[in-house]
């Protein structure tokens, strides 16, 4: 790269930023999924080689937009696609994250006189602990991950840190940190056998943190009653947690991916885990990946049933959450809140590079976040969150959910109503269902021929996509509201449209 591939790098380009900012914020026309051929022309235009020469900025461009871009699929940008929590960009989340990759920062050493960007994490953090009603001076401690697997892999190994910390001290030991000693060592000191993850209905990424972390993912035990999968059985958990010989992480499912329901229903319940860990010496980590934001709501009954499932978060000691998820910033951003920032000191030390030592003259104890998190080199993954919470504030925020939430309840209704259907969990009053929906429909078809087909009937239609899951032992499909683009009146009788469409299908 010289001046001549930089001044010719720059032609055109205008026109190109426009048309992906047109793209990219231009009501969403295309179907949800890429056609078969699209998908094809794009698999058979790739690159099968590496030449010596290059093919230039501008052809690769055309490949890029003209080949690849059409075997997208409107994920993010379509407001009806309902896989997964798929999310959206917000535009000012849109617009910061091109800075991000234009100016290219690195977030790692709190450098205070060399970069503003770990002011601006700092500033991001307390902006979230603001917007999830945390008070400041114990949760604006934490950092922004890839997404809430790797946080809730922090969550993971900070609970494993300080619940055999706690253990080995209380065995007179000195050697009580998993990050400096190892896992086996401090089982060993601490007297213990194993580490238990006691959780409901967990989100498969606890499993898998479970896994990485070496504490195993029969570990992790669903302690639930017997008719309610996500509801803790509270004397169960007793019997767990005073189990000799083990140590135990409590992971609260702060928002259900199947269900989009909660584990807890309310303070009073949250206050009993919290007495209860304390006196067995167990942390207690809340996946809210998505249903954290449930706080933002207002204090109406018309949400009643969701404020109540997450309210005392913050009794935590950590919480998972998304970005790219109800946060509507691009992919990939997650974050992680810790109410003990030097338990995250002591697991994720980048130790013995003390070129990294981070200097600090501005009165603030900013960490850096190499010492606190996964990664050393890490992506401007706060500015995106920074940009979009400032531009909307709250209650830009609370009406999107709002919008999300309404739309949910107006087809779950619907789905009650219907002949061909049932909404899932199958219990309940029509007022209880609603009242307990949040944004995301569970549901299957009652005849078992169209529900084996269910999901790919309705995701070939290409109008909306949902996802395909499995509910007690039957199909079920499911749909999960979470773009900034939701718009109830518009998109409910696209939504059932497709439903009574596929539900009148006789093969
Ligand atoms: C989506 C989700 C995760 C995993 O998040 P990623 O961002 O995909 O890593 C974890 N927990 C819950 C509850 C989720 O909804």
């Known amino acids: 790269m010289d001046a001549e591939h930089t001044a010719k790098a720059l032609q055109g380009q205008e026109a190109i930023q426009q048309q992906l900012w047109k793209t990219a914020l231009s009501p969403w026309e295309s179907g949800v999924l890429p056609s078969a051929d699209s998908l094809d022309r794009a698999r058979k235009s790739l690159k099968t080689f590496l030449g010596e020469d290059g093919i230039g900025l501008g052809e690769t461009q055309s490949h890029i937009l003209e080949d690849i871009v059409p075997g997208f699929n409107g994920g993010s940008i379509s407001p009806n696609y309902y896989g997964f929590v798929t999310g959206g960009a917000t535009p000012a989340a849109l617009f910061a994250d091109n800075v991000v990759s234009a100016y290219d920062q690195n ?23 603001d917007l999830l009603r945390l008070d ?35 065995n007179g030991s000195s050697v009580e940190s998993v990050g400096e000693y190892g896992y086996p060592e401090v089982l060993k000191a601490a007297g213990i056998e194993r580490l238990q993850v006691l959780s409901t209905m967990p989100h498969s990424s606890l499993g898998k943190a479970a896994g990485m972390l070496g504490i195993g993912r029969a570990n992790v ?90 309210e005392g978060l913050e009794l935590a000691d950590s919480i998972t959450g998304d970005g790219h998820k109800l946060l509507n910033v691009p992919y990939d951003c997650g974050f992680f809140l810790c109410r003990h920032a ?17 200097g600090d003259s501005s009165g603030i104890a900013i960490l850096s976040p190499l010492n606190i998190g996964i990664e050393n080199s890490r992506r401007f993954r706060a500015l995106p969150v920074y940009s979009s919470l400032i531009s909307y504030g709250k209650s830009g ?12 309840r107006m087809i779950s209704e619907w789905l009650y109503d219907h002949p061909a259907y049932n909404v899932l969990p199958a219990s309940g009053s029509k007022e209880e269902l609603l009242q307990s929906t949040y944004m995301v ?12 087909e269910l999901s790919k009937k309705i995701n070939a239609t290409s109008k909306i996509f949902v996802s395909g899951t499995v509910w007690e032992g039957r199909p079920a499909c499911r749909i999960a509201i979470s773009n900034w683009r939701v718009d109830e009146q518009r998109d409910f009788p696209i939504v059932t449209g497709v439903l009574q469409g596929v539900s009148e299908i006789t093969s």
């Open 107 to 129: 977030v790692q050493v709190h450098l205070p006189n060399h970069s503003i960007v770990t002011d601006v994490e700092y500033a991001a953090l307390g902006l979230l602990a």
């Open 136 to 170: 400041r001076q114990h949760w604006q401690n934490g950092t922004f991950s890839t997404g809430a697997t790797a946080s809730n892999i922090m969550g993971l190994a900070c609970g494993r840190e300080f619940v055999l910390r706690t253990a080995a001290e209380r």
């Open 221 to 310: 035990k669903n302690i639930c009653i017997k008719d309610d999968p996500l509801q803790f059985d509270m004397g169960l958990l007793k019997e767990e947690l005073a189990k000799p010989g083990t140590a135990n992480i409590v992971a609260i499912s702060c928002g259900e991916v199947n269900t989009g329901r909660f584990a807890t229903n309310g303070i009073e319940q949250m206050k009993e885990i919290r007495k209860l860990c304390d006196e067995y010496g167990a942390w207690v980590h809340v996946d809210g990946a998505f249903g954290a934001f449930g706080r933002i709501l207002d204090d109406t009954p018309e949400f009643s049933s969701i404020k109540a499932g997450c």
């Open 342 to 358: 030097h338990v995250a000191g002591n697991v994720f030390q980048n130790a013995n590079a003390a070129y990294l030592s981070s």
């Open 397 to 408: 925020y609370r009406e999107m959910l709002k919008r999300q939430i309404r739309l949910a």
């Open 441 to 452: 429909v569970l549901f299957s078809a009652r005849d078992d021929r169209l529900n084996e």
